[in-house]
């Protein structure tokens, strides 16, 4: 087995954005078991824009990554040895396993799956961090009333496309931000966004005026940067912004700019709230439920982007940055 495990390393602190020479490829053996612990197959890994913050020495609401550490990353993984009670053989977990072909861990650090529920990638995707990402973020900060108008940036993204269809559910008049005529076509025409807003034509601040004329109630932001000032400028009365990222930031992690208008937050009543799941991990069942009956409804659909191999992580991290990624973005290791 030992020849078959591959790990990425972090080799090389990034300036900016991490590129291709940040990771280092290794070829280790497992070790041998530890009571309490598993060894699993990891069948995919999830390409995710915290992968930046992750590696920065920025305090965090995670410690970072240490130079020769294998890579931190989600994944979805099938057990292959077990010295647990609560595992055997055969069975599927997901968590923090890196980015990794094979890995040992303690058995209380990953999270036991039912695939018979549903294919593995929901599990990364909109049944995993994604989705549970958008349902708190909307529902719990948002709290999105009918009749309201909701503004999603990166809205073709990951967590995007969940959130809008979960506005849609409750009712509201949902304007989705995304890249390129096609990210934006996808909005309109698969997920019946009532508005969308090519941030590539610039005047996004135009663009929100046409689109959200009666004023903004709630903003899910994943971007930051000039969008999140525009946005900003035409918040309704206690309105509410969620903050789940700042991908603009993400190139000068260590110097962020923050938004030039938020003198507005007093004057409109405006809450703005950052979170992570860190904060609901505890009633992740509650999320997953929901999402998934909805899905089985027919009320929601998931997007994934797969790509395959590991040898492909250098390139999916760029892709994420660069907004090349369609929906939830993850790498499959394994037939």
């Given amino acids: 087995m030992s020849s078959a495990i591959t ?5 090389k ?7 291709a020479d940040t990771w280092q490829y290794t070829h280790d053996a497992l070790p041998a078991l530890q009571e309490g612990e598993i060894a ?3 069948h995919y890994v999830s390409v ?14 995670i410690e970072p990554v240490e130079l020769g550490e294998v890579m931190r990353g989600f994944g979805v993984a099938e057990v ?9 053989v055969g069975d599927f977990c997901t968590g923090f396993t890196g980015i990794q072909t094979h890995g040992i861990f303690d058995s209380r650090a990953l999270r036991k799956i039912d695939p018979k529920l549903a294919p593995l990638t929901r599990f990364m995707g909109g049944l995993g961090m994604p989705g549970f990402t958008a349902y708190f973020g909307l529902l719990d900060i948002g709290k999105p009333k009918e009749g309201e108008t909701v503004v999603v940036s990166s809205a073709a993204g990951a967590v995007g496309h969940v959130v809008c269809q979960i506005a849609k559910l409750k009712g509201c008049r949902v304007v989705g931000i995304a890249g390129g005529p096609e990210k934006c076509a996808y909005l309109s025409d698969e997920l019946n966004v009532d508005a969308t807003i090519d941030y590539k034509q610039g005047d996004i601040a135009g663009q929100l005026k046409a689109a959200a004329p009666e004023g903004i109630d709630v903003y899910f932001d994943a971007v930051g940067g000039e969008t999140l000032d525009a946005v900003l ?11 789940c990222g700042a991908i603009t ?8 700019v923050g938004p030039g208008n938020y003198v507005q937050l007093l004057t409109q ?67």
């Fill in 40 to 42: 699993v197959k990891i």
């Fill in 80 to 88: 292959i040895e077990s010295r647990s009670d609560f595992y055997q």
């Fill in 249 to 256: 930031q993400y190139e000068n992690i260590e110097n962020p």
């Fill in 7 to 11: 790990q990425v390393r972090f080799a």
């Fill in 269 to 335: 009543s405006c809450l703005m709230q950052g979170f992570t799941m860190r904060d609901y991990m505890h009633r992740a069942k509650e999320a997953f439920v929901d999402l998934l009956t909805w899905e089985h409804e027919g009320k929601i659909r998931f997007r994934e982007h797969i790509v395959e191999g590991i040898d492909t992580f250098p390139e999916a991290v760029e892709m994420v940055y660069q907004g090349k990624n369609n929906g939830k973005l993850m790498i499959k290791l394994v037939d």
């Fill in 233 to 243: 400028m035409q918040m309704n009365r206690h309105a509410r912004i969620i903050i």
């Fill in 13 to 19: 602190e990034a300036a900016g954005l991490p590129t």
């Fill in 48 to 61: 995710d824009p915290a992968m930046k913050g992750w590696i920065s020495k920025k305090k965090s609401y």
